[in-house]
């Protein structure tokens, strides 16, 4: 591993895995895959993107330096609650299922509320004010 820092990769590894049993638990919750709304997984990457731009923002601009919150927060938890592979997939089921108004919908949706939820969430992460 070389020159690897083993606490930052625990931290990613931490996030990783509470990510990963949340989008999966939000998963479950979505109810049966195309050609229907995948809500699940819509509210995962939405969620994920809502807290990525929190902590991104808070995180690089209102808070000390650390060297595993990012890690830890970033790359672990939303890295692993988002998962916008399963949305490719579930557009190439849609497609296949020949719902092709609903893929592009969901499609759109997906990209329009993670950039919203993203935005809004750094906007509000920029209001906060920071307690010496």
């Known amino acids: 591993m070389g020159g690897r820092d083993r606490r930052e990769l625990a931290a990613i590894f931490a996030g990783g895995a ?7 638990e939000l998963t479950l919750l979505g109810g049966p895959g195309a050609p229907q709304w995948p809500w699940g997984t819509f509210a995962a990457n939405v969620i994920a993107c809502l807290l990525l731009g929190y902590f991104s923002s808070r995180l690089l601009e209102r808070l000390p330096l650390s060297a595993y919150r ?3 927060l970033g790359t672990g938890l939303c890295g692993a609650l ?3 592979s399963t949305v490719q997939v579930e557009v190439l089921k849609m497609l296949d299922a020949h719902a092709y108004g609903l893929a592009v919908g969901y499609g759109t949706a997906t ?10 969430s750094s906007a509000f992460a ?3 004010k920071v307690i010496a």
């Open 18 to 24: 509470v990510g990963a049993v949340a989008r999966v």
């Open 70 to 72: 990012r890690p830890l």
């Open 82 to 84: 988002s998962t916008f």
């Open 111 to 120: 990209l329009a509320a993670g950039y919203g939820a993203t935005h809004l």
């Open 126 to 128: 920029r209001r906060v």
